[in-house]
């Protein structure tokens, strides 16, 4: 890897350099780190010379955006590069353009120089050829911030440029950059860095540095530095020199000031044994050390994100345990359940929430562990449902058994085979004499066996164009289609279309003359025949079926050893 020199005497005084600039990428396959899609293209473009005159690099902090800017920049102007896409880093430009002294590249600040004056003069030093190199490349970092005239003045330039001029514009947030300048530019998308990538880096790193960090310190750093490289490095560099001797998790915790693994294991074991007290003391311990109880509420959320990793994958979780603390954490897994845990991540995210506000104290901390240990519902457990679910096979299994075993014919003796088929083959109907058996009901009811429907050929029409009748209906007269449409239409008895409602009041209104009139004219007007309307209501005693026999029906059941298998009554 190319790399300056960690430090430099000047005089009497040692410069220090910054990690982070020490370890800043010189070429595309060394020390640039992810973004292959990025590393791809204009590795392509170079090897191609097919290198755009306007590029947009757009993505989060800390992710090579800049880098990648600068390597492009040295690997047009390198003289050495011959057919490789990657600069030398070893010949008079790329070492100028390392040293930030190159009079081709000019690096420039979008936030301080964003007026129209600063752009103006950019239109004017662009026409001037290179002096040393082919290109001259210009660098505008922050390109977002500039104004909206600074932008409409660049247009003009950026659509037609010299042939000696790149332009490389690099941003955090590409939705403030205007269409017309987005259309005119190669815009590569910079992803954040995953935790891997970060802490595989760091190893090299501190390996190269001399020395030693625990893999569980690097990948804390990774997780806790949202995908970005720089921001990483300048925390291990931090880290570093608060540590003494070997790196390890308690100091990067230290130096972000978290709240150490054994306070997180501690709650944890509160919380499986709804040991509130234990878990308030600790919350209060926190704020009394100073602790950010916002930056808290979000490890206890981790904290059970990674216990819920650890229960529902088999293989190892990357978490920030270490071997002894993993074991801890397995025995929590088992005792919270996954249910619970996934509640915890919510309750304390909202918890987190609140807690920024920063009025409260530790109160929404202490709310959200007495609602995680109070608000268990044993449904939604999973060893509580799965207890719940075999109960209820259980007795749904009883209960088929119950259904197959016939109950006692009585108290009598058992009936004879050819007593029970004369008693099953002469059925009970209990609508056979309403008289004797309860009061007479009153009003209209369906007949106790129908006709079999004669299906001609109106009949069918009648059928098959239902919806065409209800068309029709609707067209004449919008009341009576609403009607008609809580009615269902049963079979044609000779000339009468029987259609059965189930509520009294459509049945009733249906009826009246001027309704039936348009319903009739409709039925005929589709079928080509007079086909009549008959309206039927359903019987409401025939919805009750768990109305109680008479006594005296009853007891000649219990003597001969019957059921009653239906219940009808016909209109005399």
Request: glycine residues 8%; negative net charge; proline residues 5%.
């Amino acid at each position: 890897m190319q790399i300056e020199l960690n430090g430099r005497r000047t005089g009497k005084r040692l410069e220090y350099l910054s990690l982070y600039r020490k370890w800043r990428p010189q070429s595309f396959k060394d020390g640039f780190v992810g973004q292959e899609h990025v590393v791809r293209t204009l590795h392509n473009a170079l090897l191609y010379n097919k290198v755009a005159h306007a590029y947009l690099f757009t993505g989060p902090r800390g992710t090579g955006k800049t880098s990648a800017a600068k390597i492009l920049a040295k690997a047009v102007n390198c003289t050495k590069r011959g057919e490789n896409p990657d600069p030398c880093n070893q010949c008079p430009s790329c070492r100028r353009i390392n040293d930030g002294v190159s009079l081709d590249v000019l690096e420039i600040d979008g936030a301080s120089n964003r007026g129209i004056d600063e752009v103006r003069d950019l239109r004017e030093k662009v026409k001037f050829v290179p002096v040393e190199g082919d290109y001259k490349v210009y660098i505008i970092d922050e390109v977002h911030m500039l104004t909206t005239e600074a932008f409409n003045a660049l247009l003009k330039t950026l659509e037609e440029p010299p042939p000696h001029v790149i332009f490389i514009f690099a941003t955090t947030e590409s939705h403030k950059v205007p269409a017309t300048i987005l259309s005119r530019c190669q815009k590569f998308d910079f992803k954040r860095l995953t935790t891997q990538e970060i802490s595989a880096h760091l190893s090299q790193m501190v390996a190269a540095e001399g020395v030693a960090a625990e893999p569980e310190a690097l990948q804390l750093i990774g997780r806790e530095t949202d995908g970005g490289m720089r921001d990483a490095i300048g925390l291990l560099e931090q880290s570093m020199a608060y540590a003494e001797g070997k790196l390890t998790v308690a100091d990067v915790r230290g130096v972000l000031g978290l709240v150490e693994t054994e306070t997180l294991l501690a709650l944890g074991q509160a919380a499986a044994d709804h040991n509130l007290v234990a878990g308030f003391q600790l919350i209060q311990k926190a704020n009394e050390e100073g602790k950010d109880l916002a930056l808290f509420a979000r490890q206890v959320a981790e904290f059970f994100r990674d216990l819920l990793l650890m229960l529902w994958t088999e293989t190892e979780a990357e978490t920030s345990f270490n071997p002894a603390e993993k074991e801890i954490a397995r025995t929590l897994t088992e005792k919270i359940g996954m249910a619970s845990l996934k509640r915890g991540v919510t309750l304390f995210l909202e918890a987190g929430t609140a807690a920024r506000r920063g009025t409260e104290g530790s109160l929404p901390l202490e709310m959200a562990l007495l609602r995680f240990l109070t608000e268990t519902d044993e449904h939604t457990d999973d060893n509580a449902l799965s207890q719940t679910v075999t109960a209820l096979e259980q007795r749904l299994a009883k209960l088929e058994a119950e259904l197959k075993v016939r109950p006692p014919a009585g108290p009598g003796r058992q009936p004879t085979k050819a007593e029970t088929k004369k008693v099953e083959h002469h059925k009970i109907d209990m609508g056979t004499n309403p008289a004797d058996y309860g009061p007479k009901q009153t009003g209209p009811r369906s007949k106790a066996v129908d006709p079999e429907p004669e299906q001609t050929t109106a009949g069918i029409k009648a059928f098959d164009r239902w919806d065409e009748v209800m068309e029709g209906v609707k067209q004449r007269k919008r009341t009576v289609e609403a009607l008609l449409r809580e009615g269902t239409p049963e079979g044609l008895y000779g000339n009468k279309l029987r259609i059965r409602f189930n509520m009294h009041f459509h049945w009733e209104k249906i009826k009246e003359p001027e309704y039936t009139k348009v319903v009739m004219e409709v039925l005929q007007e589709v079928t080509g025949q007079k086909i009549y309307p008959e309206f039927m209501l359903q019987e409401a005693g025939n919805k009750t079926p768990e109305e109680k026999p008479p006594e005296i029906l009853r007891k000649t059941l219990e003597l001969f050893g019957g059921e009653i298998t239906e219940s009808k009554e016909e209109d005399r």
